[in-house]
């Protein structure tokens, strides 16, 4: 078998198993796990080799995508960029809803981190939530390949982290809903 033939099947074989995992954002590490490279050096190498030739787009340093940011959700590309639990909410939920007028520039996420980045033209604000608080999933769906707040969970969310918080569309907003997600979700003990 000749070193061309070889280099092929390797090349098929590491883009097969990207496309078995049904993402289009990876980190370094886990693309390294996946193709079990263990040498650093190779990895980047290879790494830098699929994005010369256009196969890998570079987000920034140590994150990947088969699509170019352009092409890429945003909220997607900052839950991924971010790699650990996390879901939109508060001003973005609220904002695209229609439940709050103000001018959201920033992707709003909910963590267990406090941050602020930039990617691409895209901005996130990343609200640090305690744990028990965050991974209870109450009013929280999966959509669109993350997790996203529903409008009372979101209007919860949005009162734990501004008691004062304004909402434009008071009216449309169900309160009760609020109350009890607030009830179950942040009345509850450690």
């Excluded at 920034?60 to 960029?81: E, H, R, T």
């Amino acid at each position: 078998m000749n070193i061309q033939f070889k280099l092929k099947i390797r090349f098929d074989d590491r883009f097969a198993k990207i496309a078995a995992l049904g993402q289009i954002i990876f980190h370094a590490k886990d693309l390294a796990n996946l193709w079990r490279i263990a040498n650093e050096n190779t990895l980047h190498a290879t790494l830098s080799r699929y994005v010369k030739k256009g196969l890998l787009f570079r987000i920034y340093k140590g994150l990947y995508s088969l699509k170019p940011i352009d092409q890429i959700d945003p909220i997607l590309l900052g839950i991924k960029a971010l790699h650990r639990f996390a879901y939109v909410s508060a001003e973005t939920v609220l904002a695209d809803l229609g439940m709050i007028q103000q001018d959201t520039q920033d992707i709003t996420l909910v963590s267990d981190v406090s941050k602020r980045f930039t990617i691409g033209p895209h901005q996130y604000r990343c609200r640090k939530l305690h744990d028990r608080y965050l991974h209870n999933t109450i009013g929280i769906a999966a959509k669109n390949g993350y997790k996203t707040a529903t409008a009372p969970r979101a209007a919860a969310d949005m009162l734990y982290f501004n008691k004062r918080a304004h909402f434009d569309a008071h009216g449309s907003i169900d309160w009760k809903q609020v109350k009890i997600i607030q009830k179950q979700v942040y009345d509850s003990s450690p």
